[in-house]
């Protein structure tokens, strides 16, 4: 009786899990947010990750629309092993009346989409005249004007009264302008002069390169189209036809005479954002602890090409690697939305207060006509000693900071309490020792040509008496230069921790290195891993034989280490 709370607890949860799955994500759009009254207009639900959700509920429609049909359509795809599905309902949709029309949220698969407006416009007078005709062309540049680099719209339409066959019309030629087609077209009916026409439409981007006046020629259609007051036509019989879209002037600007140095970035709407940096609810950061951050840069209007590269500047007191950059664009079916996202890992190296500059990226709204600046503000946060590290000790006085200046290259900082300058003392010693001894050896040796080999190993014998005394530490950053310097002495070819561990014949000699990678950017696995490190060496490092080593190993390390 005491665990029934608990399991009714749980059944509550269990309960609750379809309901939290069935939770999708649904989005509105209308194929065109601008018709002419007698036009029809697409009205598209997507509902993402629930295929088997109910059509909305379209009523609330009625007051302002006419509803021509409904379509439904599903889809799954699979992107870097990750499959997702979405389920598009259509609607056809002709305005009753001319002025701003609301579309109002409409609620599916337990959740509900955004409002829609839709501008409904009196029919064009020259439009209803050419209502006359069986085919017939317009055409249409959003906005008139722009900037260099500014993403405009042209619209292309062909109307038609009957049947008709032949090629689409061709995308425009234009000298000096960019021109990439937006989606596939669209096809739905319009009403001009009385009569009733199938439209074909397609919207282009145009971008322009120079400023000036630009002209966009004439767009032509040839075509056949079947003929009503032909009795043969039943059976194929077909007459040509041809109709042509009028040319188009557009003035372009030039950006601004005091725009300086920086990208020149017209947009309609720009954002920039930085994603994962540590909350008050997070773990605290830690020395050798990477953060993970991710910065996003999305503009309306503006291809990704024309974005610049995302970029953190040097931190003091961390390091910073960059990932392979993230780029791409989409469309809404009227605007290129250019986004660019780079991923970052920034690796606390000290404790203390690490702070992330302030970024700031200026662009020109071309909605407002005037300089608008994106930012991202600065982060300050701070970080904890790694985990099983001592605390750092108060500065040395000035003699001793004197002292370990002096200290010869290749040795590592020891941690506190290391009686660094009798280790000093005995290198040194040694060192005194073994050249005596090589002194005295060679003039006992009769045979000139026997090579000196004692000079390297009296500097590897030094180099390994640097890291066992490393080794004893709790610094891993301290611990890697001095394996690595000791290794250099002895095989000057090896470059990083993952060639040594490959040159290694002991298993337990690598395996010390595996948990040093670790510890080197993450907190310590325990206490005493200075102490194993040290007792995997303290015999020397145990070499594959040289038949080994020259054979291919496969490819490097995917993250070889790099010294600080």
């Known amino acids: 009786?005491?665990?029934?709370?608990?399991?009714?607890?749980?059944?509550?949860?269990?309960?609750?899990?379809?309901?939290?799955?069935?939770?999708?994500?649904?989005?509105?759009?209308?194929?065109?947010?601008?018709?002419?009254?007698?036009?029809?207009?697409?009205?598209?639900?997507?509902?993402?990750?629930?295929?088997?959700?109910?059509?909305?509920?379209?009523?609330a429609l009625n007051q302002d629309f006419q509803l021509l049909g409904t379509s439904q359509n599903s889809s799954l795809s699979v992107v870097n092993g990750r499959a997702s599905s979405e389920l598009t309902f259509g609607v056809a949709l002709r305005p009753r009346h001319v002025g701003v029309l609301q579309i109002p949220?409409?609620?599916?698969?337990?959740?509900?989409?955004?409002?829609?407006?839709?501008?409904?416009?009196?029919?064009?007078?020259?439009?209803?005249?050419?209502?006359?005709?069986?085919?017939?062309?317009?055409?249409?540049?959003?906005?008139?004007?722009?900037?260099?680099?500014?993403?405009?719209?042209?619209?292309?339409?062909?109307?038609?009264?009957?049947?008709?066959?032949?090629?689409?019309?061709?995308?425009?030629?234009?000298?000096?302008?960019?021109v990439s087609a937006l989606g596939k077209g669209l096809n739905y009916d319009a009403e001009r002069g009385g009569r009733t026409y199938h439209v074909l439409e397609q919207r282009y981007a145009l971008i322009p390169q120079h400023a000036g006046k630009v002209e966009i020629p004439p767009v032509d259609f040839q075509g056949e189209a079947a003929d009503p007051r032909d009795p043969n036509s039943f059976f194929g019989a077909t007459v040509p036809v041809s109709a042509s879209a009028p040319a188009q002037t557009i003035?372009?600007?030039?950006?601004?005479?005091?725009?300086?140095?920086?990208?020149?970035?017209?947009?309609?709407?720009?954002?920039?954002?930085?994603?994962?940096?540590?909350?008050?609810?997070?773990?605290?950061?830690?020395?050798?602890?990477?953060?993970?951050?991710?910065?996003?840069?999305?503009?309306t209007g503006l291809s990704?090409?024309?974005?610049?590269?995302?970029?953190?500047?040097?931190?003091?007191?961390?390091?910073?690697?960059?990932?392979?950059?993230v780029t791409g664009n989409r469309q809404d079916g009227q605007w290129i939305i250019g986004r660019r996202q780079q991923a970052f890992a920034i690796v606390p190296e000290r404790a203390g207060t690490l702070t992330l500059p302030a970024t700031t990226l200026k662009w020109w709204n071309v909605l407002t006509d005037r300089m608008e600046v994106a930012q991202i503000p600065a982060h300050s946060i701070k970080v904890l000693?790694?985990?099983?590290?001592?605390?750092?000790?108060?500065?040395?006085?000035?003699?001793?900071?004197?002292?370990?200046?002096a200290a010869p290259a290749g040795t590592a900082a020891a941690p506190a309490g290391t009686p660094w300058r009798w280790i000093a003392l005995a290198s040194l010693g040694l060192w005194l020792l073994s050249v005596l001894a090589w002194w005295w050896q060679r003039r006992r040796r009769t045979s000139p040509m026997t090579p000196p080999a004692a000079a390297p190993r009296t500097s590897a014998r030094n180099s390994q008496l640097a890291f066992l005394a490393a080794a004893r530490g709790s610094d891993p950053a301290a611990q890697v230069r001095s394996l690595l310097a000791w290794a250099r002495a002895e095989r000057p070819a090896i470059?990083?921790?993952?060639?040594?561990?490959?040159?290694?014949?002991?298993?337990?000699?690598?395996?010390?290195?595996?948990?040093?990678?670790?510890?080197?950017?993450?907190?310590?696995?325990?206490?005493?891993?200075?102490?194993?490190?040290?007792?995997?060496?303290?015999?020397?490092?145990?070499?594959?034989?040289p038949e080994a080593t020259d054979e291919n190993t496969g490819l490097p390390p995917l993250y070889p280490f790099k010294l600080h």
Do not use: C
């Not at 020149?264 to 940096?277: F, H």
């Not at 008050?280 to 910065?295: F, W, Y």
């Not at 000693?385 to 200046?405: I, M, R």
């Open 1 to 59: 009786m005491k665990f029934r709370p608990v399991v009714h607890g749980w059944l509550l949860m269990l309960a609750l899990v379809p309901a939290l799955a069935g939770a999708a994500e649904v989005t509105a759009t209308l194929d065109r947010d601008h018709v002419q009254l007698g036009e029809t207009v697409t009205l598209n639900v997507r509902v993402a990750g629930d295929t088997g959700a109910s059509a909305p509920d379209l009523r």
């Open 105 to 178: 949220a409409l609620s599916v698969a337990g959740s509900r989409t955004a409002p829609l407006q839709l501008t409904v416009s009196a029919p064009d007078p020259a439009a209803a005249a050419a209502g006359q005709r069986d085919v017939f062309m317009e055409s249409q540049v959003e906005p008139a004007h722009g900037y260099v680099g500014q993403q405009l719209t042209y619209v292309v339409r062909l109307y038609y009264a009957n049947r008709i066959g032949g090629d689409a019309p061709p995308p425009p030629q234009v000298d000096g302008v960019e």
């Open 251 to 299: 003035e372009v600007q030039p950006a601004p005479a005091d725009w300086g140095a920086s990208a020149w970035l017209p947009a309609r709407q720009l954002s920039l954002s930085l994603d994962g940096w540590p909350t008050a609810q997070d773990a605290p950061a830690r020395v050798g602890q990477p953060l993970n951050l991710t910065m996003n840069l999305e503009a």
């Open 304 to 325: 990704y090409e024309a974005l610049p590269a995302l970029s953190l500047p040097p931190l003091d007191g961390a390091t910073v690697y960059p990932d392979k950059p």
């Open 385 to 405: 000693p790694a985990l099983g590290t001592a605390t750092t000790p108060p500065p040395a006085p000035a003699a001793q900071v004197q002292d370990a200046a």
């Open 495 to 545: 470059q990083h921790l993952g060639e040594l561990a490959a040159a290694l014949e002991d298993a337990s000699q690598r395996a010390a290195i595996e948990t040093l990678q670790q510890r080197h950017y993450a907190a310590a696995p325990s206490p005493e891993a200075g102490a194993n490190l040290a007792a995997a060496f303290k015999r020397g490092f145990a070499w594959r034989a």
